[in-house]
């Protein structure tokens, strides 16, 4: 059974950093789109951030310039590597691939 996994998140500093890894488990990587969204309390989730397998990259305006997206294919993993962050940007974010949900993780950005 493929699951998503996801771990990292917590409480940062508007302008600091936060990495948020995503393991594709029972699977391998390469196979997979796989997309980042979040929802923030009392707002409808989305998009935020997308990875191919080809390394082609799409981001949300919100996010464009500030994220980056990586693999890790010896260890399955994704990495949303977030900069600059700001109070708006807390929120639970989802690793997400096609009907597939990760479990979620909070971010929360103090002013």
């Known amino acids: 059974q493929v699951q998503l996994l996801q771990s990292g998140g917590g409480l940062v500093q508007a302008g600091g950093s936060l990495s948020l890894p995503c393991v594709v488990s029972?699977?391998?990587?390469?196979?997979?789109?796989l997309r980042w969204y979040r929802q923030a309390p009392g707002k409808d989730r989305e998009f935020v951030a997308e990875?191919?397998?080809?390394?082609?990259?799409v981001f949300a305006d919100s996010a464009r310039g500030r994220f980056t997206i990586s693999r890790d294919n010896s260890k399955n993993t994704m990495y949303l590597q977030m900069n600059n962050l700001k109070p708006e940007g807390t929120a639970v974010y989802y690793c997400?691939?096609?009907?597939?949900w990760g479990q979620g993780t909070q971010v929360t950005v103090s002013s």
């Open positions: 997400n691939s096609a009907d597939l």
């Open positions: 029972g699977d391998t990587i390469s196979r997979y789109i």
């Open positions: 990875s191919h397998w080809n390394t082609q990259v």
